[in-house]
Each structure stands twice: as structure tokens, then as C-alpha cells.
């Protein structure tokens, strides 16, 4: 037989509760919702206090009194009394406040009638139902709920304790305090306002003080939002403030934009103007500075009352005379003379050793020239003062004034010392006395040098000038000028042509006699040095950190050959001959050797010994370099 629940039976006893139900409403299948129960109204009085309670008679659904409601809860008192010693009856009260069991029972329960309950004020009413659960007799026996009221147990009744609830949050207390009086929990806010308008507990009626109040320890947990997107509606608030918000932000944005641009446009109009003005400046610098290299001052004595004159570019007759017999005289006698017997050759290279001879002698010097002898070196600081080194003596033998700025460069025209400064000065010295000065150029001297012939001294500067010097007549014989500031200078060995390294890693070569720029080499760097071969072909230059020395062709106009010393090179020197290129750098002294049998170049001596200079010794049997503190060291073979 198959399992069917609607064959199942409930052949139980039904319990009391059942029976009670089918009895009210008229058996099993009557209409639950025929007998309906009226709902309480309350008569409105305006004065009843909103805050007091409402009593009425739970079966009957009538408001009773006050006074009625006190005089029921005396006959209980008085009945309790009477079987004070009556087990206890619990009674419960719906979803709140649970009353202590009273000593004694009553033989009889309680009319339905005459049971009643207070309830809330008019914010929140509710009906409040008192059930009674079946009580025990002394042997165990359960006792009726038919009895009446004069039969009923009654226990001794407890006050209510109303909950003091907060109408506008209805949460938990935030800062829980405990009343005295009543042992009730409040809000600290609130009872505090509470007792300052009544002064009593409002549960008890009891006087009540804030002092009468217990601080509670609470932790305090984080309480969960709402669930506000529960539902469409909610849904659709919620996207439409977020849309809200993003319309506003994009608005804000754009206004922040058009902002900026404008900033911006104003800051590019503002920067186009400075440049503009920077621009007007620098033209007016250029050319200040243009109109003052080209007045030069005369360094002889004064003719005439005239201490400035303005001079071409090409030399007086009698200088250019001078220029051509040198450079006839020499150009004939170079390439059949021989090397002389005396000179040092590889062997001698080789064998060269280093030796300090001196001390820091003048710190940030960068000068260092030798004589004829070989024994006096011209140096200079960079606070001015120069002075002439005895290396076999080792000391300063004279000291050399000047004049303000440091020294740059210098030379020997034959006894006599000749030094450049940084503020544009040249001063020759005689004896230790200064003889003649020029101050021609409008800025630092950068470099200075002798022609062949010893009459006509040249000078670069940052000026963007060469000027050459008529040492016999002491005037100024020409000056030119070019499109970069000069920083070192070399005459060629016949005398007819004079090359200047610019910053711009050029090395303009010019006629001497005319001031025609007759060639140009373009190298990737300043000009740190330059050195004319004594075979009237090749030029030798040294760029600002660059590790290599370039060998320019005169004739091919071209650089033929740069030869790898390995580190950072400030200055280069030929020999006599033309066979011995000597560079002296960061890492020391590398002389290299050409060979004109096998056209190669090889290295004969490489020293540790850093220097800032270096010039050959006589015969090239010594070299004498100048380090970067000061200081003399001398290579020799012994």
C-alpha cells in the first residue's frame, strides 16, 4: 500500500489549548476571522498626558481607570497575603518585562475579567496580554484555569519597568548610565534632559538627581548601514545622485580646464616676451662688447693726447715686410735641415724618469714656459702673480705682479716674460720689472703667442678677437675679430699663417698678413691646445675631454690621424724636429714617435705622473711638466 498522507489521522488528545480554541470559535472548520475583535478606542482628552499609561480589561477590550486598575491590584495584594505560604506562580509577560513568582497561591485563579495591563503611552501603544501557565500544588498536581476570581492564586505584583525608549533613533544607548532609584538603563542625553525638566526617574516617579546616575561601560560596536538598496526605487535614488555627482565633477573639471589653458596661454605669451627680451639683450651685448674689442688702447707712451685708436685688419707695411722675409728665411732652411747630432732620439725617450723638484708653488697655476737654457720656468697663479722657477735651483728667482685676475697664459720673448690675465691684461717683464703692457681685449686672454719672428706677439680671448702685438713699436698692430670666443693660439713655424681653437670646436686658420680666414677644421669640443709640427704640414690639437690628440693636414685640409692616449688631455707639444709629439693630460705624460721610413706612429714613454702642461727641455733630453697643484716634475735620464 502506497504512503499517502492525507490517510494519516491525529488520534491523540487534543491538548487544553485545542479544546479551548474549538470551544471559542466553534469547532475545527469555523471561520477564524467571523468573530472579529473590536479594536480599543480611546476617548481623546486634552488632559491626559501623552506619557501616561492606558488600562483596559484584556477580554472585554474596555478602558478602565486608574483607580479601578489600583483597586484590583489591592485585592491581589490583600489575597496574596492571605496564602503567603502558597507555592509560587510564574507569570510571563509578552516579549518584555518577567515578573518575579509570588510566595504565596491562591486556591482560585483570577476572574479573566479582572486581569488587566498598562501599556506605553500614546507613541507606542501595544496591547499587553498576561498568561498564566499552569502552577503546581504542594503534591505536584496541576491547577485549573476555570477557577474564579475569588478562587485564583494571586502573587504579590511587581512594578512594571517601562522602557525608556528614544522616539527619534530607537537605538541602543550610546553612553549607557543606570539609574539609582530604579536600577533602569538610560541614555545619558536624554535622562539628563529628562531630569532637569521633572526631576524624578521616569519609570518609578521617584525624585531623581544627575548625581543619582551610574556610568555603564560599553563597547561600542560599529553598527551596519541600513539596507537602503533593497529595492527599485532605492536602486534608482541611489544611481541618480551618483549621476548627480558626476555631472557636477565633470562641470568642475571642465571649468578647472578652460582655467589651466588660460594660465597656461598667459604663461607661453609671458615666456615668448622674455624671450624676446633676452634675445634684444644679448644682440645689444654682442654688439657693446663688438664696439669695445675694437677700440683698443695703446700700450706705448701717449702721442698726441690720444690714448685710443681704432686699427684694420691687416698689418702696416713694415710688419708684413718682416712677415715675409721670416717666412722666405725659414721656409728654405726647414726642409734641408737635418736633425741635429746632439738631439735625444728613442733610446733617450725611453729612458726618461720622473722626479718632483719642487713643492706647490702657485695652486690653479696652468702656465708653465721654459727659455732658451731650458733652466728658468715661467708660472702663474691664479691669484695673479706670476714668477720665474730656476729648475736647476729649484726656487722662484722673481716674482711677477698681475695686476688683478688670475694668470692664463704666458711666454718668453727672448729675456723677456710676457704673461695674460683673466681681466684682459698683457704685461711684459724685464729683469723682474714690468716694461710694456696692452689691454686691448674686452675680456679674459685666453692664450698667447710669439712669431717666428719675435717682433709680433698674438693674443686670443673670449672677445671673439685675435690681436697682434708690434712688440718694437709697443702699439697695437691689428685686431680681428670672429664669430666664437678663442681659446688657445699658434703661429706657424714659417710665420705667414696664425691658427686660433674656438669654443665651438673650430680651428680657424688666417692669413697673418691680411687676417683672411684661409681654412677651417672642425673638431667636437673646445679647444684646449694647439701645436704646429716643425714640418709646416701637420697641426696638432687637443679638444676638452677628449682622450685622443688630432693631426690636421695643412695641405689635404683634413684630419690625416688621432692618435688614443687613453684619458682626458689639456695640452699637446712637437719637438724641434718633428718626430717627438708629447701630450700631457689627467693621467700623465705620453710622448708618441712617427717614423717617416714606415709612416707609423709608435709610443716611446707613458707616465702615471698627472700634469697640467708639459714643454720639451733642451735638445729634447729632459721634459718638464707642470702638475695640477702647483708643482715641478722633471723627466730626465738620470
Known amino acids: 500500500m502506497a504512503f499517502n498522507a492525507k490517510n494519516l489521522t491525529y488520534e491523540s488528545k487534543e491538548p487544553t489549548f485545542l479544546r479551548k480554541l474549538k470551544s471559542e470559535y466553534g469547532g475545527r472548520n469555523a471561520d477564524r476571522h467571523a468573530n472579529q475583535l473590536a479594536r480599543p478606542r480611546k476617548q481623546k482628552d486634552n488632559d491626559d498626558d501623552d506619557d501616561e499609561p492606558t488600562y483596559f480589561d484584556e477580554e472585554s477590550n474596555d478602558t478602565i481607570t486608574k483607580a479601578q486598575y489600583e483597586a484590583i491590584l489591592k485585592k491581589e495584594e490583600q489575597l496574596a497575603l492571605e496564602k503567603e505560604h502558597s507555592e509560587p506562580l510564574e507569570s510571563n509577560i509578552n516579549g518584555a518585562v518577567a515578573h518575579d513568582a509570588t510566595k504565596n497561591v491562591a486556591s482560585e485563579t483570577l476572574s479573566r475579567k479582572e486581569l488587566v495591563a498598562a501599556i506605553g503611552g500614546t507613541g507606542k501603544r501595544r496591547i499587553a496580554k498576561v498568561v498564566g501557565n499552569d502552577g503546581l500544588d504542594h503534591n505536584g498536581e496541576g491547577l485549573s484555569q476555570t477557577t474564579t476570581v475569588g478562587t485564583r492564586s494571586a502573587k504579590k505584583p511587581k512594578k512594571i519597568k517601562l522602557s525608556f525608549n528614544d522616539e527619534v533613533s ?69 544611481f541618480q545622485n551618483e549621476w548627480d555627482a558626476l555631472a557636477l565633477e565633470t562641470y568642475t573639471l571642465k571649468q578647472q580646464l578652460v582655467q589651466t589653458r588660460q594660465e597656461l596661454s598667459t604663461a607661453l605669451y609671458q615666456h615668448d616676451a622674455a624671450v624676446r627680451v633676452i634675445a634684444r639683450l644679448s644682440r645689444e651685448r654682442d654688439e657693446a662688447r663688438d664696439a669695445l674689442s675694437k677700440v683698443t688702447m695703446n700700450g706705448g707712451p701717449v702721442a698726441n693726447g690720444d690714448s685710443m685708436q681704432v686699427d684694420s685688419q691687416e698689418l702696416s707695411e713694415a710688419l708684413a715686410a718682416k712677415v715675409d722675409a721670416t717666412q722666405e728665411r725659414l721656409s728654405k732652411t726647414r726642409r734641408k735641415r737635418a736633425v741635429p747630432e746632439d738631439w735625444a732620439d728613442a733610446d733617450i725617450i725611453q729612458s726618461l724618469k720622473s722626479k718632483k723638484i719642487s713643492g706647490s708653488l702657485y695652486p690653479g697655476s696652468r702656465l708653465l714656459a721654459l727659455d732658451k737654457s731650458g733652466d728658468l720656468a715661467l708660472l702663474g697663479g691664479s691669484d695673479g702673480v706670476a714668477g720665474v722657477f730656476s729648475v736647476s735651483q729649484n726656487e722662484v728667482l722673481q716674482t711677477l705682479k698681475g695686476g688683478g685676475g688670475g694668470i692664463t697664459d704666458g711666454l718668453w720673448a727672448a729675456n723677456r716674460a710676457v704673461i695674460a690675465t683673466s681681466t684682459g691684461n698683457i704685461k711684459i717683464f724685464d729683469g723682474g720689472s714690468e716694461v710694456l703692457g696692452f689691454s686691448a681685449h674686452a675680456g679674459k686672454v685666453a692664450s698667447i703667442a710669439l712669431h717666428p719672428s719675435g717682433e709680433i706677439l698674438a693674443s686670443v680671448g673670449v672677445d671673439k678677437s685675435y690681436i697682434f702685438y708690434d712688440l718694437e713699436s709697443s702699439k697695437v698692430a691689428t685686431q680681428v675679430h670672429t664669430d666664437s670666443a678663442l681659446t688657445a693660439a699658434a703661429f706657424h713655424p714659417d710665420g705667414h699663417l696664425f691658427a686660433a681653437g674656438g669654443t665651438d670646436g673650430q680651428i680657424k686658420v688666417f692669413d697673418v698678413k691680411s687676417g683672411a680666414n684661409v681654412a677651417n677644421f672642425e673638431s667636437s669640443g673646445p679647444i684646449q691646445s694647439l701645436s704646429f709640427s716643425e714640418n709646416g704640414t701637420w697641426l696638432a690639437s687637443v679638444t676638452e675631454r677628449e682622450n685622443s690628440v688630432s693631426i690636421w693636414d695643412l695641405r689635404k685640409a683634413a684630419q690625416i690621424k688621432s692618435l688614443e692616449i687613453g684619458s682626458p688631455l689639456s695640452s699637446v707639444r712637437w719637438d724641434y724636429t718633428g718626430q717627438f709629439l708629447m701630450a700631457a693630460g689627467s693621467s700623465g705624460v705620453s710622448v708618441q714617435q712617427y717614423s717617416k721610413a714606415t709612416k707609423e706612429w709608435a709610443e716611446l714613454l707613458r707616465s702615471g705622473t698627472e700634469a697640467v702642461t708639459g714643454e720639451w727641455g733642451p735638445r729634447a733630453q729632459s721634459i718638464v711638466t707642470l702638475g695640477p697643484d702647483g708643482s715641478i716634475t722633471e723627466f730626465t735620464q738620470s
Open 170 to 238: 530607537g537605538e541602543s544607548p550610546q553612553t549607557p548610565v543606570a539609574s539609582r532609584k530604579s536600577g533602569n538603563v538610560f541614555e545619558r542625553r536624554l535622562i539628563e534632559a529628562y531630569i532637569t525638566q521633572n526631576g524624578t526617574d521616569p519609570v518609578t516617579n521617584e525624585e531623581l538627581t544627575i548625581d543619582d546616575l551610574i556610568d555603564l561601560k560599553l563597547s561600542h560596536t560599529v553598527r551596519p548601514r541600513p539596507p537602503t538598496l533593497t529595492s527599485i526605487p532605492s536602486l534608482l535614488s541611489v
